[in-house]
């Protein structure tokens, strides 16, 4: 089903630009290097006033339970510009554990103490595309920090910002050189270098009590900032070149079937991707 864009200033400015078993909580995080064949992006709208709820449990009981079961969780984060908005990243080595890990985690004593308490918190949770690397190396990895100990309260003053482009087909190789030659440079000479992109990942959900987005086809690429104000620097500082504005900009207008879906996260306090 598809999304309603919201405007923020920040989209705007963009869119100017480019128009279980296992139930210890204790063990380690996931290494670096193991993050990730299959990623979900999950988009949870929130009933008002309860983010910072499910924010607290989810740092507290939901990670290190979920990567205990082999479902590493990149990021963790709040939508600058939707206060209603929770937004994570779990990954997977391929289908066959997704399904694993899904029915040991959602089966095991973790979820079901919890349960009630983060779905009391929801209004909706069904947002989630399933992505996978457009590259062997374009996933999430050595970008990656190391995860602050339980208990961690201070929320980092960088921004993630995760652009999602939606077409008409499948993502194809012409498409992704485009996004390699033209617009990554672009990005990355404007202070936006990239750390991940990835594109839709059509495996039949074979987790059936877990929604995804079906029958779209969408590129996602990360970059990030070390402040809000930073970031808005350098969207400017890409509005303004010439290079982008001439070529980059109209050859991405011509492909896109709409305006980017542009997200502007603050990494929570525990989060391992940060900028």
Not at 150 to 162: M, Q, R
Not at 179 to 193: D, H, S, V, W
Request: with cysteine.
């Amino acid at each position: 089903m598809p999304r309603p864009q919201v405007f923020t200033p920040a989209l705007l400015l963009l869119s100017l630009a480019c128009a279980g078993s296992r139930p210890t909580t204790d063990a380690p995080s996931m290494p670096h290097d193991s993050c990730c064949a299959i990623v979900e992006l999950r988009q949870y709208t929130l009933k008002p006033g309860q983010r910072d709820t499910l924010v607290d449990l989810f740092e507290r009981e939901f990670i290190e339970s979920q990567e205990a079961v082999g479902m590493p969780i990149p990021g963790e984060f709040r939508d600058l510009d939707r206060p209603e908005r929770f937004v994570w990243l779990r990954g997977f080595s391929d289908m066959a554990s997704r399904h694993q890990g899904l029915t040991t985690f959602y089966g095991g004593p973790v979820w079901k103490a919890n349960r009630e308490t983060a779905n009391g918190t929801m209004l909706d949770s069904s947002n989630v595309l399933l992505l996978k690397p457009s590259r062997p190396d374009s996933g999430f990895g050595h970008p990656l920090g190391e995860r602050p100990p339980k208990g961690a309260t201070a929320i980092p003053p960088s921004v993630v910002l995760a652009t999602v482009y939606s077409f008409d087909a499948p993502v194809d190789e012409d498409f992704v050189r485009f996004f390699e030659n033209e617009l990554k440079p672009a990005l990355a000479e404007a202070g936006l270098p990239v750390s991940a992109y990835f594109q839709t990942d059509d495996s039949p959900n074979t987790f059936t009590p877990l929604p995804v987005r079906e029958g779209e086809h969408v590129f996602v690429w990360f970059s990030g900032a070390p402040s809000a104000e930073a970031l808005q620097e350098r969207l400017s500082r890409l509005t303004a070149s010439q290079a982008w504005s001439a070529r980059v900009e109209p050859e991405l207008k011509r492909r896109l079937k709409s305006a980017p879906e542009v997200l502007r996260l603050s990494p929570g306090a525990r989060s391992r991707l940060r900028e």
